[in-house]
């Protein structure tokens, strides 16, 4: 049995499929509506660093010359290293066999 809504609803459900078949346009933003992130977030980067800056603290490390990799440097004072790129030619010899 229909009630009367639905009698109304198929009247008017060939009108309710053309307006559902439009598109509509992509909503246009206007230039001021842009934020300006320069002057909100900056340089976020310099601020979260100046912020840990007050957190963290500065702990001296003394580098042990009897347990360093064979190709660090460490300086006289041991708080410092280099890293060297001697390669040892004998732990690969069958790399150099196509130079022969």
């Known amino acids: 049995m ?3 809504n639905d009698v109304c609803f198929l009247k008017k459900f060939p009108v309710s499929m053309e307006r559902v ?3 509509q346009p992509d909503p246009q933003m206007h230039s001021g509506a842009l934020i300006d992130v320069p002057h ?3 340089n976020m980067q ?3 660093w100046k912020k840990t800056q007050d957190v963290v603290q500065n ?6 010359p009897n347990t360093a990799h064979p190709d660090l440097i ?5 708080t ?3 890293v060297t790129q001697i390669a040892d030619v004998s732990l690969a010899p069958f790399l ?3 130079f022969q």
């Open 2 to 4: 229909m009630k009367d």
């Open 21 to 23: 078949q439009i598109s």
């Open 40 to 42: 909100y977030l900056g």
């Open 46 to 48: 310099f601020r979260v």
């Open 59 to 64: 702990t001296p490390v003394i580098l042990d």
């Open 74 to 78: 460490l300086s006289d004072d041991l």
């Open 80 to 82: 410092s290293y280099t």
């Open 96 to 98: 150099w066999e196509c």
